[in-house]
């Protein structure tokens, strides 16, 4: 009994002080760093952007170097802070959306990133924001809206590394998940 109890205290005494989950590390079929580069970064994100549009029959996405370049400046400070959390400050000359990821340092390919986002479209419902999941929080599906949402027309993404992680930005413009509205409309 006395040992568990110490071992209860011991538990108690490492857990993280603030909100945050636990940290997982999930294991990788191989120990290799996920391929990077600017030109992969790009050519992911427009195939998975695109393809998850063409599956609800919206127009494809272009690339813009401008909203990369905003990606890359928050990607930066999300890497330097090690805070993982949506930008407060405008983003960008005009409205930008905005898609974050954070996973361990190499090891997420940049389609598996991207597939994160798109594959929270099964619980997505097509009704209006904030009305679109099935688990009753529109933030589980944010990502998905935000990729398929009809007005937006480009995207810019980025990738910046802390010791431990990867934080990649997507920038879109038009914005998307607004409220009130469909993502369709």
Known sequence: MRFLGLALLLIGCSAPSDDRPPRIIEPRPDAASAPRGESLLQRAMLVEHNAA????GVPPLTWSDDLARDAARYAAVLAASED?????????????GENLFMGSR???????MARLWVDEGRAYTGGAIPNISRTGRWQDVGHYT???WRRTTQ?????????????LVCRYTPPGNVWGRRAGD
């Open 53 to 56: 549009r063409a599956a609800v």
């Open 84 to 96: 993982f959390k949506h930008s407060t400050e405008p983003r960008g000359a005009v409205p930008e």
């Open 106 to 112: 190499g090891a997420y390919r940049y389609d598996e």
């Open 146 to 148: 935000q990729i398929i």
């Open 155 to 167: 995207v810019g993404c980025a990738l910046a590394s802390s010791r431990r992680d990867d934080y």
